[in-house]
């Protein structure tokens, strides 16, 4: 079995920073791209930014030059840091991962629980 657990989420001033953690834990092989989605109240879920096994990133057009992803391979942890926060950011955030399970040839997509993040004006 595998989780994803996410951390770091919480209430904030606009202008702030906030920094969202993800844990990819159980029987894994390998990890593809990770990433993180965001859903407000009454929207549509967004793409907020993806990382691949290489390295190559992609951004949402809200979130460019505000939030940077990175991830540790060693620790199996996607980060998302955010800074110059805005009311809009306020939503759950979502932690994506395509994964290979051990001892299986075949990926798939797991999402962890949310966290909320609430940005103040």
């Known amino acids: 079995q595998v989780q994803l657990v996410e951390s770091g989420g919480g209430a904030v001033q606009a202008g702030g920073s906030l920094r969202l953690s993800c844990v990819a834990s159980?029987?894994?092989?390998?990890?593809?791209?990770m990433g993180w989605s965001r859903q407000a109240p009454g929207k549509q879920r967004e793409l907020v930014a993806t990382?691949?096994?290489?390295?190559?990133?992609n951004y949402g057009d809200s979130v460019k030059g505000r939030f940077t992803i990175s991830r540790d391979n060693a620790k199996n942890t996607v980060y998302l840091q955010m800074n110059s926060l805005k009311p809009d950011d306020t939503a759950v955030y979502y932690c994506?991962?395509?994964?290979?399970?051990?001892?299986?040839?075949?990926?798939?997509?797991?999402w962890g629980q949310g966290t909320q993040v609430t940005v103040s004006s």
């Open positions: 994506q991962a395509n994964i290979r399970r051990a001892l299986t040839t075949w990926s798939s997509d797991y």
């Open positions: 990382i691949t096994g290489g390295g190559t990133i």
């Open positions: 159980g029987s894994i092989g390998s990890i593809n791209a």
